[in-house]
């Protein structure tokens, strides 16, 4: 009975715990620059942005591997940056 009061608790508890996926995801910065969506590629050139970033075209050639503070910005093929994220 004790037993299963302990599980019955800590899984209830377990609801409480905070996630802190918001913060680890975001550790370029991308969340501040959400509002570049939509806008073309011109805008990128006034921004002083971080050096460790990356801004990928279509059929262009980068690497797939993930740096949780590097700074990607997606542009389309009509020059409209399409996301932006941290990876």
Do not use: H
């Amino acid at each position: 009975m004790k037993q299963l009061f302990m599980i019955a608790t800590l899984t209830g508890l377990a609801g409480c715990m905070a996630d802190g996926a918001d913060a680890a995801d975001d550790l370029c910065g991308a969340s501040q620059l959400a509002y570049l969506v939509g806008q073309t590629a011109e805008i990128l050139t006034g921004l002083d942005l971080p050096e460790n970033r990356r801004v990928m075209q279509p059929d262009m050639a980068y690497t797939m591997d993930y740096q949780p503070n590097r700074l990607n910005i997606s542009i389309d093929e009509n020059k409209v940056i399409d996301r932006v994220w941290c990876g």
